[in-house]
């Protein structure tokens, strides 16, 4: 009974830990549909944009690539969110059909901004 104990917990643990992050990947899902996010991103890499054009913003498993272990990532990435992006220092240039991110302070709450952010940067392609 001992053996059946020692490989029973952690299998439990790893699945209350599965079932948490689908519920942090649908919190925050919904609070990107509700913010317009999805208008111009995606989650995934590769998925294309409107009429098969280049997506109009990277997805988001990209930005979480090219930030990854980069410090203050997010709070650059924050700031973006609600200020807006310069289209003449876009380092997505010729991947993405869009010129710069618009403001979205209109949109979004900094505190969901960041929580958003967070969790894009915890994104790795499949």
Not at 57 to 72: I, L, R
Not at 102 to 107: D, G, H, I, M, R
Not at 109 to 114: G, H, L, Q, S, Y
């Amino acid at each position: 009974m001992f053996a059946l104990r020692n490989t029973v917990v952690p299998v439990m643990l790893a699945l209350v830990a599965t079932t948490a992050a689908a519920a942090a990947d649908d919190d925050m899902k919904a609070l990107a549909v509700k913010s317009g996010c999805l208008t111009c991103h995606s989650i995934e890499s590769g998925t294309p944009g409107p009429n098969g054009m280049a997506p109009i913003g990277p997805a988001w498993q990209d930005v979480a690539k090219m930030y990854k272990g980069k410090p203050g990532a997010d709070v650059f990435l924050t700031r973006v969110v609600l200020e807006g992006s310069n289209p003449y220092g876009s380092h997505w240039k010729d991947k993405v059909s869009g010129l710069a991110m618009p403001p979205n302070k209109v949109a979004i709450k900094e505190t969901d901004a960041k929580k958003l952010v967070k969790w894009i940067l915890t994104l790795a392609p499949k």
